[in-house]
């Protein structure tokens, strides 16, 4: 456990086991905490490491919340890569979760020489859906009712989005819900993938998604980036949060696609 000085924050992170790097960016309101099962699972093959975003649980901010949302957090990560292996001089592997699989596919296309591979694992890019509109109308209504009504109420009105059902509730330091609706949730809903960029990498790129949640909006975007860029989306185990739920058959799968 360490943190590392960044422009405006700091940012606490995990090292476990030994082995080529692996990175596992957290989305949402999620923290290291996260990944801790996942990562124990990794840990015999790979040097696993996580971290909490800057302004979730124990990376504190010392300067404005990240503006704007996905350079700052790309930035936040090729930091901690750099400190922990080097400018470049490391492959890394990455997996992102949510609207860290955007920041998986952001670093991809920033330093493909660095980036040996990266799992994006149902990244929110609703503004690559043929109705981004409505998407984005939806998500300005959650931001209203947190507004409106609070934390708790937005989070329920979120559960659209999963297939009706209430936000996954998931391992955490602190509870980061206020944080989330405040800075994440409608930059990263809103994010569009430059395609022609990952078509240029798309050989280091895996796009996945959950065998439960094939159905529900939050779904979508990875199935449409998959057809775009002609690639076959993998399933994994569970729904959204697979990798929470079932960290043992998560971690056989997503072993296999690193070695190959």
């Known amino acids: 456990m360490d943190t590392l000085a960044v422009p405006g924050a700091r940012l606490y992170f995990e090292v476990h086991g030994a082995g080529p790097l692996l990175l596992l960016i957290p989305g949402g309101a999620s923290d290291a905490e996260v990944f801790r099962d996942l990562a124990d699972e990794l840990a015999a093959r790979h040097r696993v490491v996580t971290y909490d975003p800057r302004g979730i649980s124990r990376s504190l901010l010392d300067g404005p919340?990240?503006?704007p949302w996905l350079t700052t957090q790309a930035d936040d990560a090729t930091r901690l890569l750099d400190h922990l292996a080097g400018a470049g001089e490391e492959p890394v592997q990455l997996f992102g979760s949510c609207a860290g699989g955007l920041v998986a596919l952001e670093l991809a296309v920033r330093d493909p020489r660095r980036v040996r591979l990266a799992v994006a694992h149902e990244p929110p890019a609703m503004g690559l859906l043929p109705d981004a509109a409505r998407c984005a109308a939806f998500f300005d209504e959650v931001y209203a009712t947190?507004?409106?009504?609070?934390g708790p109420?937005?989070?329920?009105?979120?559960g659209a989005i999963f297939?009706?059902?209430?936000?996954?509730?998931l391992p955490e330091v602190t509870d980061n819900s206020r944080f989330f609706l405040s800075h994440v949730m409608l930059p990263s809903s809103r994010c569009?993938?430059?395609v022609t960029a990952l078509a240029a990498v798309a050989?280091?790129?895996?796009?996945?998604?959950?065998?439960?949640s094939r159905t529900h909006d939050v779904h979508r975007p990875v199935a449409v980036l998959a057809r775009r860029l002609g690639r076959k989306l993998a399933e994994f185990p569970g729904g959204h949060v697979g990798y929470a739920k079932h960290p043992a058959a998560f971690a056989a799968q997503l072993a296999n696609i690193l070695a190959g």
């Open 163 to 169: 297939g009706g059902r209430p936000a996954p509730q």
């Open 65 to 67: 919340p990240p503006e």
């Open 153 to 158: 109420a937005a989070m329920d009105r979120l």
């Open 192 to 194: 569009a993938p430059d």
């Open 146 to 150: 947190f507004r409106r009504e609070g």
């Open 203 to 212: 050989d280091r790129i895996v796009l996945a998604g959950g065998r439960e």
